[in-house]
């Protein structure tokens, strides 16, 4: 009899899309949620089910949390079904972008009354919230863990049943005011609009997307158990799938080792020797950048399921991640015109986004604290997730130390559910992974 185990991964995942639109059609609930890891597929759920729940003839709202996750879902829909009228709602000033205009049957409105005609209208969660008339039979929330449930309560007016997608082990919705005034409320506007939701209605479905079609074999067990120690997932490849190949030949230095080891084996430590740094550390920064500048020097090719002969790991298909906006500016100074074509962002902003090879600063990179910010796991589950085949990460050496000493302190909270992993756990996962592919500099 065959096991769950030795069940491939396409059909497991097609079992689980299958259940979710099972219970949108019943009209059971007036919500179903969708729990996703790192490339699950989650656009490819929001626009399948929403050219099915298009086909009934009912209108339908989708809800997004930014204007590039709202063109993205456009695109990916205007391609699948290019039969399906689509609305794009939008601020007076927004300029179409390229992936928006290249779709004839795509309408661009700032009222909603103007996208009467559209099967489908889509805008952001602040868009929606200026909208003060007209109910949808339907909805889809987009990215539901990052939207604040203030946001859904704006808008929550707006449809009958809705369909909830997202993943729990990146950021959390975060705000720049003291919020501890509403910690315990069922209500907090600074839970997700998913922890909201399921603590006023715990009865409805929970389904979870179980493979990462992004992920590599080499990263999806690392990072399951660092961040989803309770729903876990797997790769949707087997290891012998994808392969990096370096082309160039190499200097022979510590930069060359660590391209060489995550080629290797999809991870590198770059460690840099032990020290207090300032935020914006200069040598941290070079580091990301020269790792990034050699991939390309030595002419990296991925081969994959998408192409077996091999591809250009280009500029555009690598990034380098950081925390903070001012360690983006020091690694884009020290790319300069040669590194014009690689995507140099914070976490916040990488979230959703893939790439095949991922350069990493790391968090606790030289700090002398471990404050809730650089500790809270899903900034580190973002950074560590973005790649479809190997991640290097640079960090000084102390890391291990800094946690020691910093350990969990957070205050329990009365009503407040307790988040798993917490970022000391997550961050000790990884540097235990980390160590036994660790190149110092």
């Known amino acids: ?69 709202v063109d993205d879902l456009i695109d990916r829909l205007a391609r699948k079904a290019p039969e399906l009228r689509v609305g794009r709602l939008s601020a007076s000033d927004y300029r179409p972008s390229a992936r ?24 952001t969660a602040a868009k929606w919230a200026t909208v003060s008339e007209g109910r949808w039979p339907w909805a889809i929330v987009d990215e539901a863990y990052q939207m604040r449930s203030d946001a859904l309560l704006r808008v929550a007016g707006r449809f009958e049943r809705a369909l909830f997608v997202g993943d729990p082990g990146q950021l959390d919705p975060f705000s720049t005011v003291e919020v501890g005034r509403w910690a315990g409320l069922t209500w907090d506007p600074m839970q997700s609009a998913v922890a ?44 012998a799938d994808r392969a990096l190949r370096l082309t160039g030949a190499g200097r022979g230095d510590a930069v060359d080792r660590a391209v060489e080891l995550a080629v290797e084996t999809g991870w590198a430590l770059y460690q840099l020797p032990a020290r207090h740094t300032l935020r914006t550390d200069a040598e941290a920064a070079a580091a990301c950048a020269a790792l990034a500048l050699r991939v390309l020097a030595r002419g990296a090719v991925a081969v994959c399921e998408q192409a077996p002969d091999g591809a250009p790991v280009t500029a555009d298909r690598i990034a380098v991640g950081a925390a903070h906006r001012d360690q983006v500016a020091a690694i884009r100074a020290q790319l300069g015109e040669a590194g014009a074509g690689i995507t140099v962002d914070t976490a916040n902003r990488l979230q959703g986004r893939e790439y095949e090879l991922t350069i990493v600063l790391h968090p606790l990179s030289g700090r002398r604290d471990a404050t809730a910010f650089h500790l809270e796991s899903g900034r580190l589950c973002v950074l560590a997730s973005r790649h479809r085949q190997a991640c290097v990460v640079v960090a000084r050496a102390g890391i291990g130390e800094l946690l020691d000493a910093h350990p969990s302190t957070d205050v329990p909270q009365l009503d407040v559910p307790v988040k798993f992993p917490d970022g000391w756990e997550a961050n000790q996962a990884i540097l235990t992974h ?8």
């Open 100 to 123: 928006v205009r290249a779709h004839e049957q795509v309408r661009v409105a700032a009222k909603v009354t103007d996208l009467a005609a559209a099967a489908v209208v889509i805008g």
């Open 196 to 239: 909201v939701l399921l603590r006023h209605n715990p009865h409805l479905p929970v389904h979870r997307l179980p493979v990462s079609w992004r992920l590599p074999a080499s990263a999806a067990s690392v990072v399951s158990r660092a961040f989803y120690p309770f729903t876990g997932f797997r790769a949707g490849t087997a290891p």
């Open 1 to 69: 009899m065959q096991t769950e185990l030795t069940v491939p991964p396409g059909v497991e995942a097609d079992r689980v899309i299958t259940a979710v639109l099972a219970d949108l059609r019943s009209g059971d609930h007036r919500g179903v949620v969708v729990d996703s890891p790192p490339g699950a597929g989650k656009s490819t759920l929001v626009v399948r089910a929403a050219v099915e729940l298009a086909g009934t003839g009912e209108p339908l709202m989708v809800i997004a949390q930014t204007n590039e996750q």
């Open 434 to 441: 980390l160590s036994g592919a660790a190149v110092r500099r």
